[in-house]
């Protein structure tokens, strides 16, 4: 069997669907389920139970499966430093990010990768916090790009970097005149928080209830540029990462004000499949990334970078 198929195998098995996997592949649905039923008549074992929906793979096909996706895996790290030997970055780097991160960072620093190494191919795609993860376990991506990073037995994170926490507001709001406000301040007042599920809803209600505050949270989404559609129109103020509105206070539809914590902060962090070493393009992506550790952007340089170009 080709490499191909063990590929559109083992999309199968990850997507839970034939039709998906045979566009991912550029193939028919018929093909891709010939794919299946020539590997189950050369192996002599059932590889997928098509009568459960979604599907999933027999108790042989989860084995074949695991096995597919390290010579997959082991041939695309190959293939990936025989195109770099001759000092040309050429492989493929395929990068997930939450969707904040995704808007507000990547994009430069793809265009950046690209413009030193113009033969590298990246794919960048904007995903759910929990959508990152999986794709990363799945293999879908070589790295992803997460807030509150921790490692699992199947994943491997390292920190990148700190955001400060600001509170955010409608032009006209009371609080749009401070230069700094309290925690202890939010008590009663309208807030437009993250879904309870987020990890950085939580880590924002500890620290609000450790300054004995609690604030009437009348919205509650979860992703930061629907929280900041609301804030715009005063539906209430907001607690989130500085570089994130940068766009918005220099348009002049949003105001940042300074917390008096300086500690709250949203940490980023780089993943990657545990005891899978990264290919060379994609380790060579991520030490760009380090390499830009430090350079948050805040709301105030936005505005000033605005300012440069009017």
Request: aromatic share 4%; proline share 5%.
């Amino acid at each position: 069997m080709n490499l191909k198929s063990l590929k559109i195998f083992c999309d199968i098995i990850t997507r839970r669907s034939f039709s998906r996997a045979a566009e991912d592949n550029g193939v028919s649905q018929s093909n891709a389920s010939q794919v299946v039923s020539q590997l189950e008549g050369h192996l002599g074992v059932r590889l997928i139970e098509r009568s459960k929906r979604p599907l999933m793979p027999t108790r042989e096909g989860q084995v074949f499966f695991d096995g597919c996706r390290k010579v997959i895996a082991q041939y695309d790290a190959l293939e990936d430093q025989v195109r770099t030997l001759h000092a040309e970055v050429a492989g493929r780097v395929r990068v997930a990010a939450i969707y904040s991160v995704g808007l507000h960072h990547m994009s430069r620093y793809v265009q950046e990768f690209m413009s030193r190494h113009p033969k590298a191919n990246v794919r960048l795609e904007y995903l759910h916090p929990d959508r990152v993860l999986e794709s990363v376990e799945e293999g879908q991506a070589d790295i992803g790009i997460v807030s509150y990073p921790r490692s699992t037995r199947s994943i491997e994170a390292e920190p990148w970097r700190e955001e400060p926490i600001v509170l955010v507001c409608a032009p006209g709001n009371p609080f749009a005149g401070r230069v700094q406000v309290a925690l202890e301040e939010l008590h009663g007042q309208r807030m437009v928080g993250f879904d309870p599920h987020l990890v950085i809803r939580h880590e924002l209600d500890r620290a609000i209830a450790t300054h004995a505050a609690e604030p009437n949270v009348v919205m509650e989404f979860d992703n930061i540029e629907t929280i900041k559609r609301a804030v715009e129109i005063d539906a209430g103020v907001a607690l989130l990462p500085e570089p994130t509105v940068g766009r918005e206070v220099a348009a002049g539809t949003l105001v940042t004000v300074r917390l008096a914590v300086d500690e709250l902060v949203r940490p980023l962090g780089i993943i990657h499949a545990r005891g899978k070493p990264l290919a060379p393009t994609a380790a060579r992506f991520v030490d760009l990334l380090r390499g830009h550790a430090n350079d948050v952007e805040t709301a105030a340089d936005a505005s000033r970078m605005l300012a440069a170009h009017t």
